[in-house]
């Protein structure tokens, strides 16, 4: 004889809230690290956290070096016209830091600044303290390099003077 109705409606509900909670993460290591190792050569992962709206990681920095793959801008001009096209830009001009890049990067393309800067806020709720240490140090470096992702809302920041990377990601 089977189960009861109620056993196999339970098992069912059960298997619908693991389902639905594991589908919450906002994104795996995995997938991060994917995307990044396109962007930079990064080493070991010093930390990573997701949840539901935020995805952050902190990851070693193998040498300064911006892959081939991303296209890199010299101004924030430039970055604000190859997000237009393409999905992904790091955004390397020795007067700005990063924090500057992002305002700057509002005033070109609001859509693309804001939800940079939102991806950055969001992903605070998933950094533990020394990422979130790293995120705020590399913000102001003036060497540190802003690279955004905006098909994925990754903002991640290249701080070669402490060999980290660090990125961050917001709700979709």
Partial sequence: MGAPASYHGASVLLCL???????????SEADMRDV????APIGETISFAAERGCAAG???LVDGRIASK???ADSVREAAMVLRGQGAVAIDDVRLSPEDAIEALIEAD??????MRMAGLEARACMDDETQGAFGAALVAPRAVLMVGRDQRI???????AGVLIAAMGAK
């Avoid at 990044?36 to 962007?39: D, I, T």
């Avoid at 903002?155 to 003077?161: E, P, R, W």
Wanted: aromatic share 6%; proline share 0%; glycine share 8%.
């Fill in 58 to 60: 902190l990851f070693e």
């Fill in 155 to 161: 903002l991640a920041l290249m701080d070669v003077d």
């Fill in 70 to 72: 991303m296209r890199v």
């Fill in 17 to 27: 809230a693991v389902l639905s909670l594991t589908a919450c993460k906002r994104s």
């Fill in 110 to 115: 609001r859509a693309a600044g804001m939800g």
């Fill in 36 to 39: 990044l190792q396109g962007w």
